[in-house]
């Protein structure tokens, strides 16, 4: 059974800094792109940052500059590095990959969530 497992998400003052990080877990051959959502109470979930298996990212309009998505390789694990955080960025955070979990077979994968708070 592959899981992705989120931490890193709190409580941050504006301008502040975290760090998420997303990693799965169990038996698979690889993963594809992953990739960073987030959902504000009332919002739809959004993207906010997705990275290739080879290192291509792409950004939300409203996160470029201050986000930055990075993977060590091609297995594992995913982070996302916010900086210059705003009260707007405020959401919960949920990690998303493409996995193959066989030769023949992907599956799309998603994390269960990690809060972040902007807020003085």
């Known amino acids: 059974q592959v899981q992705l497992v989120e931490s890193g998400g709190g409580l941050v003052q504006p301008g502040g800094s975290l760090r998420l990080s997303c990693a799965a877990s169990g038996s698979f051959f690889s993963i594809n792109g992953m990739g960073w959502y987030r959902q504000a109470p009332g919002k739809q979930r959004e993207l906010v940052a997705t990275?290739?298996?080879?290192?291509?990212?792409n950004y939300a309009d409203s996160v470029k500059g201050r986000f930055t998505i990075s993977r060590d390789n091609a297995k594992n694990p995913v982070y996302l590095q916010m900086n210059s955080l705003k009260p707007e960025d405020t959401a919960v955070y949920y990690c998303?990959?493409?996995?193959?979990?066989?030769?023949?077979?992907?599956?799309?994968?998603w994390g269960q969530g990690t809060q972040v708070t902007v807020s003085s």
């Open positions: 990275i290739t298996s080879g290192g291509s990212t």
């Open positions: 998303n990959a493409n996995i193959w979990i066989s030769y023949y077979k992907s599956v799309e994968y």
